[in-house]
């Protein structure tokens, strides 16, 4: 009876040793291997803190003789608005002003309601104040204030390739058209972007992430597509690159300009 009361006592101790020792590898799994738990909250995006209705309103149609594109105000003061755009956009307004000291061309916007239909249309005489035909660049006076129209600011900054990009202009005569994309490219006074752009953005605007002013689209991509039914000529633009002049050309045919 001894011997078996050792027995029972000596299986009770092995057994309280081997839950003590199989605790403590347990312990020893959960501290040491098991690995630790981070919790990783959702990457927020970034919102684009551009005011993408500021730079709708900043775009006008800009009609000159026997053709029509697109500006951008950059200026307005108490009396009058100032007006970017190309040179080929108002090349013969320029010729008619030059000759009869009267120009021929106009700014101005449709009015729609919010089905995008046409409601009306603003226009207002405009006058080239300045030009440069080799940077394919021309400024308007407007000598009248619109509170519809709002002006953007020209950006400080020189874009790098990449940036996310927003052209504003009235392709094909579709008023205010935007469209999105990045720079692909910079060469010599132009930014090649990959964004729509095609007949008709010509003179608007291109722009940043913040609503600044970058460059003015000039030149779409396209073929030749030999001579039509009346023996002309015909180019079939391409709208998956298009050409804006750059911001340094900007700055540099803006400067000396004195608004009034």
Same mark, same amino acid.
């Given at each position: 009876?001894?011997?078996?009361? #050792?027995?029972?006592?000596?299986?009770?101790?092995?057994?309280?040793?081997?839950?003590? &020792?199989?605790?403590?590898?347990?312990?020893?799994?959960?501290?040491?291997?098991?690995?630790?738990? &981070?919790?990783? *909250?959702?990457?927020?995006?970034? #919102?684009?803190?551009?005011? !993408?209705?500021?730079?709708?309103?900043?775009?006008? /149609?800009?009609?000159?003789?026997?053709?029509?594109? $697109?500006?951008?105000? &950059?200026?307005?003061? %108490?009396?009058?608005?100032? /007006?970017? +755009? *190309?040179?080929?956009?108002?090349?013969?307004?320029? &010729?008619?002003?030059?000759?009869?000291?009267?120009?021929?061309? %106009?700014?101005?916007?449709?009015?729609?309601?919010?089905?995008?239909?046409?409601?009306?249309?603003?226009?207002?005489?405009?006058?080239?104040?300045?030009?440069?035909?080799?940077?394919?660049?021309?400024?308007?006076?407007v000598r009248i204030i619109d @509170? @519809?129209?709002k002006v953007v600011p020209i950006?400080?900054?020189?874009?790098? %390739?990449?940036?996310?990009?927003? $052209?504003?202009? @009235?392709? !094909?005569?579709?008023?205010?058209?935007?469209?999105?994309?990045?720079?692909?490219?910079? #060469?010599?006074?132009?930014?090649?972007? =990959?964004?729509? +752009?095609?007949?008709?953005?010509?003179?608007?605007?291109?722009?940043?992430?913040?609503?600044?002013?970058?460059?003015?689209?000039?030149?779409?991509?396209?073929?030749?597509?030999?001579?039509?039914? =009346?023996?002309?000529?015909?180019?079939?633009?391409?709208?998956?690159?298009?050409?804006?002049?750059?911001?340094?050309?900007?700055?540099?045919?803006?400067?000396?300009?004195?608004?009034?």
């Amino acid at each position: 009876m001894k011997k078996f009361t #050792e027995l029972v006592v000596a299986l009770g101790i092995i057994a309280l040793i081997t839950i003590s &020792i199989g605790g403590f590898i347990y312990l020893y799994d959960i501290t040491y291997k098991t690995p630790a738990i &981070i919790q990783v *909250c959702p990457q927020v995006p970034v #919102e684009p803190t551009i005011d !993408l209705q500021k730079i709708l309103n900043s775009s006008v /149609i800009v009609q000159g003789i026997g053709g029509m594109g $697109s500006g951008t105000l &950059i200026k307005a003061t %108490k009396e009058n608005m100032y /007006i970017l +755009t *190309c040179h080929h956009v108002v090349d013969m307004v320029i &010729i008619f002003q030059e000759i009869l000291g009267e120009s021929q061309a %106009k700014v101005g916007y449709l009015r729609t309601d919010q089905y995008g239909e046409t409601i009306g249309s603003t226009f207002y005489k405009a006058e080239v104040i300045k030009y440069d035909e080799e940077v394919d660049l021309a400024l308007l006076k407007v000598r009248i204030i619109d @509170n @519809n129209l709002k002006v953007v600011p020209i950006s400080k900054k020189e874009p790098q %390739k990449g940036d996310t990009v927003y $052209s504003v202009g @009235n392709p !094909l005569g579709m008023m205010r058209t935007l469209s999105k994309g990045i720079l692909a490219n910079k #060469e010599e006074g132009f930014y090649m972007c =990959d964004n729509t +752009t095609t007949y008709g953005n010509s003179g608007g605007g291109l722009f940043n992430d913040k609503g600044e002013l970058i460059g003015v689209p000039s030149n779409v991509t396209g073929y030749y597509a030999g001579l039509d039914k =009346d023996e002309k000529e015909t180019f079939v633009p391409e709208s998956g690159l298009g050409f804006s002049r750059n911001l340094k050309t900007i700055k540099e045919f803006l400067t000396g300009v004195e608004y009034d």
